[in-house]
């Protein structure tokens, strides 16, 4: 790491006793090697030149750009004079003009935009902590004020400052838009000059001066063009006008930070597009059933406005999982039609975890499966279609379970067979006293006998949870929204129809609403 | 049968080749055995087949299992410690001419991160298991490795960063007071050794503040360069991870717990290039930052795991 002996900064900053924050560093009498630390490549050239490094606000240490001047003789000296910002107008603009500079003085402050890090970092932290898009009751309960959190930290800092949907909220959102301006303010005003700096060649004219730079040698008996190939050898520009010749190296790492802060701000812009303009929704439908996109999809933001795509219709041929041998799922699926208004197919495919479906500018993901009905027969007649409820076990495991009455249904007292399944594979069967009465595939046609009751079980109908997304502002048309809701229930049996009510779920989504876990 | 037994060999012999190589360290440091060279030879070897035997533990369980050995926490932990040897090699190999002594770092957080691993706490998960729906994609292999490759780069920096701050504040915290100077191990025998003639006229420095000094200039440089490395890393990771989640889950950024802390590092280490771009904070602030990060890694790698919720929750575990 360090090639030569003497330190290249003041060592002031590392005695233990003295104070954190130092001055500039001072002129040594040693002509020490330019700064180490400033380095990606030590300097090996010991002859005349000079190295001049400068130093900007933004840059990181490695992306200084070194210069190197040489001098035979000595002409006359010229100055090189970088302004920020051109000089304004008139004087009676002055005033007007001066307003933004400050401001944009004050905006690209480092300290300034450091703080606003550390405040975006400390409300993201608190926004896990917190958990987020519960109900105010909740909060009342988490945090209440007979008994506040580090003595004062109760549920109307939270609601009142919006940390329940912290991500969304104004504190949070204000402070992002700081750290934006921020970040905009210090592109203009220091990052953009220091390219200009870089590609200017300033020669120095003078024995003198070259001599003040942080690093200087002499070498008696030399040519300048020499070392011009030299540098040339070790990667530097050179330019060589007359006895002088200015050299210098890194002039893509000046555009790095510029680079960078720009991606930030079109992420940033790109973000607060969508969160202001796009539709989002789920819904849950049994195979065999059909949806319109419009009645599923809500906006997010005030910008949304639906498109023409809007009116077509979903129908869910099939849904279906893979299992490994063990029994555990690999990939769920599901089989989509889509008809457009006159009942055309307009396009199928089978969606599963990691491959949604796009149409139109909607995409269509598989992200959550249920159970939604069991057929069986019962003693030949049939087939009933029971609805299966999710029983809430902890973990990720899903158990789904029904219930088949046998026997006085009126009676107050209802005993029957109850029918669980952790997935559309297997169905285990309990008698009336709770016991355990067998397993049966779906499909298998194999008829199991409980307490005098034959069932078989036909099949089990899974419904496919599906998640609906639509990006960007398009132009708006009108917007039919479809008269077809899923309210075709009428196919099954009457006696079934309030339990099959329940099928299926339309979860219309809010704007702090996440998508589905994925389980298992 | 056989792949199986295989691991359970190269786990075991990793292991103990790191303990060994820490053990080494160790009496280099506190007894001050005369053979350095002799012993730090053997522990440059230690080191080496170490990453040898993790990569082949993960090379095993890639084709027993059919799937990039990153699916659960285990695995993810053998990841890291993986990453760590992987960064010794590196720093061993591009530069041999100089004493490395990066291994005072990396050695014992891979064995810590290994030894974790191959605990009690995990043993469910020592089993190749099958992989779910969510992560049967080609992102698995990009989005993980470049995070868990970046954590063990930013983990080693930070540990740099946080020796840099004990030693220049070795007076006030008074961890080893007494005025030895080989009492703070590595570099400075190097130095002794080689410049013992041409040192005392530096100016106002007494030659103990001069090596600490060297010592600490040392340090914030390998810590600075490992943590780009890292950030790099990270930011590709991330960024990974957002393309991923808009296949998978349908928005590129859904403020799930995991997402919200990989930023915050992100955000942290961000803080910390900027405090280095003025020299006034340069040095000991930046250390300070660096530190931070330390334990912010260790809550977003970590911590949220222990919470079980949110999208990422197969990377979680309960303690049995």
Known sequence: METLLNPSKTPNLFIPKTHLFKPYFLHSNFNPQPHSSFNRRPLSITITCKVKTSQGRKNDGKNISKKIVLTDSAPELSNEEIKAKPKGGGKAWGVIKKFPKRVLAILSNLPLAIGEMFTVAGLMALGTAIDQGESPEYYFQKYPEENPIFGFFTWRWVLTLGFDHMFSSPVFLGTLILLGTSLMACTYTTQIPLVKVARRWSFLQSADSIRKQEFSDTLPQASVSDLGVILMGAGYEVFLKGPSLYAFKGLAGRFAPIGVHLAMLLIMAGGTLSATGSFRGSVTVPQGLNFVMGDVLGPTGFLSTPTEAFNTEVHVNKFYMDYYDSGEVSQFHTDLSLFDMNGKEVMRKTLSVNDPLRYGGITIYQTDWSFSALQILKDGEGPFNLAMAPLTINGDKKLFGTFLPVGDTDSSNVKGISMLARDLQSIVLYDKQGKFAGVRRPNSKLPIEIDGTKIVIVDAIGSSGLDLKIWALQDGTTVIVGGKTNRAKAEFPDEMNRLLDQVPEIVESSISKKPDNIGG | ?320
């Open chain 2, 1 to 320: 049968m056989i792949f199986s037994t295989l691991e359970h060999i190269l786990t075991h012999i990793s292991f103990s080749v790191v303990s060994i190589v820490i053990t080494i360290h160790f009496l280099t440091l506190f007894l001050l055995v005369d053979e350095v060279v002799g012993l730090y030879d053997s522990s440059k070897k230690g080191m080496i087949v170490t990453f040898f035997c993790i990569t082949g533990l993960l090379v095993t369980r890639w084709i027993y299992s059919g799937h990039f050995p990153l699916s659960d926490l285990y695995e993810s932990l053998i990841f890291l410690s993986w990453g760590f040897s992987l960064i010794h090699m590196v720093s061993y190999l591009k530069f041999k001419k100089r004493k490395n002594n990066l291994s005072a770092i990396t050695a014992p957080s891979a064995i810590f991160t290994q030894g974790f691993a191959t605990s009690g706490l995990l043993t469910k998960m020592h089993q190749s298991a099958i992989l779910a729906p969510a992560l049967q994609s080609q992102w698995l292999m990009m989005h993980v490795s470049m995070m868990v490759l970046g954590y063990a780069a930013l983990l080693c920096g930070s540990l740099l960063s946080v020796a840099l701050l004990v030693i220049t504040f070795r007076k006030a915290i008074k961890i080893i007071g007494e005025n030895n100077n080989f009492s703070f191990s590595f570099g400075k025998i190097q130095y002794m050794n080689e410049r013992s003639n041409v040192l005392l006229n530096t100016y106002f420095l007494s030659s103990k503040n001069y090596y600490r000094y060297q010592l600490t200039q040392q340090l914030d440089r390998w810590s600075y360069r490992i943590i780009s490395l890292g950030f790099i890393f990270l930011t590709i990771g991330i960024l990974s991870g957002a393309v991923w989640a808009n296949e998978a889950w349908g928005s590129y950024w859904n403020w799930d717990p995991k997402e919200t802390w990989a930023f915050i590092t992100w955000t942290i280490f961000a803080i910390y290039f900027h405090t280095r771009t003025n020299t006034n904070l340069e040095g000991v602030n930046s250390a300070l930052v660096a530190s931070m990060g330390f334990l912010i890694i260790w809550i977003c790698y970590f911590g949220v795991n222990l919470l079980g919720i949110g999208l990422h929750s197969y990377g979680s575990f309960t303690l049995n």
